[in-house]
């Protein structure tokens, strides 16, 4: 038997305020999710989503399902109503790392850029092929300036991005 | 006009023959290029964005705010760096109270401001809309007679309400920038379908990532094509990595349009880095 859910405004008035508030102009359609290609392939429902956001389920924030969009765009794309799906996404995914729903391969990912300014870690072999092609060994980013590196590094830590990945996932 | 260019983490980090080929591609189209120091990975949207907004619109404004103190507009050759640095310059232009929250962090920091006074763009743009067809046409030196499967990817276009690029579900700019070199553009089903490695899925869900790869592999073969040209490094990484992995003798090399453009301008195939891909490159 179905059970009654209370909607939970402050969630939604939380995703409001991060995503905006087009959420609201959303009737149910199902446009997004049959243009959806992870949708085709997995149990994940953008309608739904968005659903969750409009009435307030903060459930949505356990799920799996939230991080297999691609961020393709072609839900906001087709959209009649014109709401900001991925939008809507990425803020649901801040909320749901904030409480720290995150992947063990993102929370990696994301540590490189914060002890390297960049997501790909580079190597002798990398450093080699470069040369051969007549590049810089290593290249004039974050990798080659110490002090440009700490700059980032201040300005991930100033949005305490540092404390975000250090979260362990529940 | 001079660019700043943007090399991102994937091109220099893992297929270094995509920066190697567009600067030599860039010199021969007279498109002007300057290295600026210091700039970071975009940040990439897929784990950045999905983990803290608030960061990835700082760091990006670090990179912009880098290139605007030098005067330059920012010339990317990856979607998901556009898909960073072109959507943290419309955030920022449009909403005054972000803006100023993020430049007095970036003031404390470096000094730097980002004031929206410069463009991002994609080097398939510029190509298209600034160097233009004709002059490609006219420098190509050695026909590319290859059936293609053209990938756009998903950034370059969209969101198209603020791109503004070309349309997102019919787009032209890809098939007249191939046809310039005498490569024939193949239709396939599900062209403008994702490459299964945006929005950090590649990293987290490895297996839903490949059956969108496989999807867009299969209706590639299909229709016949002999090569796969993008734009795009981290899409390029999926289909040449993805191929070998899936093994399933697909044998469609996986070119970037500046590799394509190398080979159609006659430049040293020793700076186009064609050699490092895992999907044999037999032309």
């Known amino acids: 038997m179905s059970e009654f859910i209370e909607p939970n405004t402050e969630f939604s008035k939380e995703v409001a305020k991060r995503a905006g508030n087009t959420f609201n102009l959303c009737f149910q359609c199902g446009t997004c999710t049959g243009s959806c290609a992870s949708g085709y392939f997995t149990a994940f429902r953008t309608r739904k989503v968005v659903r969750m956001a409009q009435l307030g389920l903060p459930t949505v924030l356990e799920s799996d399902d939230l991080w297999a969009c691609t961020t393709c765009y072609t839900c906001y794309e087709r959209c009649p109503r014109g709401v900001d799906i991925p939008e809507i996404i990425f803020a649901i995914r801040n909320m749901a790392v904030e409480k720290g729903y995150m992947g063990e391969a993102h929370r990696k990912t994301a540590g490189f850029l914060l002890k390297t300014g960049h997501m790909v870690p580079i190597n002798d072999e990398i450093k080699k092929t470069r040369q051969h092609l007549g590049l810089e060994e290593v290249p004039d980013t974050t990798l080659a300036n110490p002090k440009a590196l700490s700059s980032v590094q201040r300005l991930m830590m100033a949005m305490h991005f540092d404390e975000l990945i250090g979260t362990k996932e529940e | ?283």
């Open chain 2, 1 to 283: 006009m001079a660019y700043a260019f943007f090399l991102g983490c994937i091109a220099p980090l893992r297929y270094p023959g995509i920066e190697s080929a567009t600067r030599v591609v860039f010199d021969k189209l007279g498109v002007e290029y300057r290295d600026i120091k210091g700039f970071s990975c975009c940040p990439a949207p897929g784990v950045t964005r999905s983990f803290s907004e608030e960061t990835w619109l700082v760091v990006g404004a670090r990179n912009l705010a880098l290139a605007e103190k030098e005067g330059l507009d920012v010339v990317v050759i990856c979607n998901g760096c556009y898909g960073s640095l072109f959507d943290v310059a419309h955030i920022l232009n449009g909403d005054e109270e972000k803006r100023n929250k993020i430049n007095a962090i970036l003031k404390e920091e470096d000094g730097l401001a980002y004031t929206g006074k410069y463009k991002v763009k994609h080097f398939a743009d510029v190509l298209y809309n600034e160097v233009g067809v004709d002059k490609i046409k006219q420098l190509c030196e050695a026909q590319q007679p290859y059936n293609v499967a053209i990938h756009y990817g998903c950034h370059f276009l969209k969101p198209s309400k603020h791109k503004k690029v070309d349309d997102p579900e019919r787009p032209t700019i890809l098939e007249d920038l191939v046809e310039a070199v005498g490569a024939v553009n193949i239709d396939y089903k599900e062209k403008q379908m994702c490459c299964g490695a945006g929005g950090g899925v590649r990293a987290r869900n490895k297996d839903l990532s490949m059956k969108l790869t496989k999807t867009k592999l299969d209706n590639m073969k299909d229709a016949n094509a002999e090569m796969i040209i993008d734009i795009c490094p981290f899409c390029h990484l999926q289909f040449d990595i993805g191929q070998a992995e899936l093994g399933e003798g697909y044998g469609m090399p996986v070119m970037h349009l500046s590799q394509l453009y190398g080979m159609a301008f006659g430049l040293p195939k020793d700076k186009l880095g064609i050699e490092l891909h895992k999907t044999p490159v037999n032309l």
